[in-house]
């Protein structure tokens, strides 16, 4: 199983303020190891590019199993941003890192000292090296505007075969990869895309509990602050319509065929999942990226 890290601020859920204990001195200087990882993996993603990126959001973080003969992982990162007269761009980009900054991220994650695994995460981020900064690049945002009842319609539509349980669905990267002329009934026009995402599902046992100051942008949250298991799924979706009856803006392509799905158009879609993985989640990071600062200081820390 591929390891994720899940960074949920900037995908996900929007909060407005910071929370600290007291304004302790441990958690001000987890804080500020925090703000130091987001400037490195920022300063990596822009760093040799030509035009760089405004804007930038990470999206996703994965972090391979497989050790190579030097001892080095792969390391995956999802992120958007806008180019140059604000184009919007989602890019996946392949780091190597050694295998030993990361087993030391996951011992840090097994100890209950949220400062050590900051600081063995940000030793992730400044030894990653790049070796491919373009693997794919996509137009379309992953942030499909929809509001409440459009979201529950969305997973209603997509992942019914989870019932009351499923909570929303988050994609993270989205790509055509296909766009056929057909003759079918009234429909002349097929689009294909490649979803990847994050599947939300209520359980009482789940590894991630939400956080408690959240409002969500996609996920319909009415599990409150249940506990969740995080799947990691890649979907086909097929879309056929009469082309000529819309203006389609190519940059929100997938968004505005979700839009006129769900207002009832005349649109057939198809879905295909074609992989499942479930989402190995650590509670300390999640925090982080929420900008909770509360964590407790072990006695025998320094």
Known sequence: ??????????LVLVTSCI???ACDPYNLEIKSVYDKIEDALIGKLNDGQEHKLGNVKVNSIVF?????????????????????????????STYKLA????????????????????????????????????????????????????????????????GEDQIGFLP????????????????????KFIVKGFNFIKNSNGTFKLPSNTVATILTLDTGKSNVDVYEQEIEIYFKLDFSKYFLDSERLFSVLIRILLDGEDVSVNFNTTSTNKVDLTEKFIKMTMGQ??????????
């Open 1 to 10: 199983m591929k390891k994720i890290i899940l960074l949920v601020l900037v």
């Open 19 to 21: 929370t600290f204990t």
């Open 64 to 92: 391979g199993e497989e050790v190579d003969e030097d001892g080095k992982i792969s390391v995956d990162v999802y992120y958007s941003g806008d180019f140059g007269s604000n184009e919007p761009r989602s890019v996946w």
């Open 99 to 162: 295998a030993r900054y990361y087993n030391a991220l996951v011992d840090a994650d097994k100890s209950v000292d949220a400062l050590k695994y900051a600081e063995a995460l940000d030793a992730c981020i400044q030894n990653m090296e790049v070796v491919d900064r373009t693997n794919e690049v996509s137009f379309y945002s992953n942030n499909l505007e929809l509001d409440e009842n459009q979201a529950q319609q969305f997973n209603e539509t997509f992942f019914s075969e989870y």
């Open 172 to 191: 993270y990267f989205i790509e055509r990869v296909e766009t056929n002329r057909i003759e079918e009934g009234n429909y002349n026009c097929e689009y």
């Open 293 to 302: 600062f509360d964590f407790k200081q072990p006695a025998n820390a320094q």
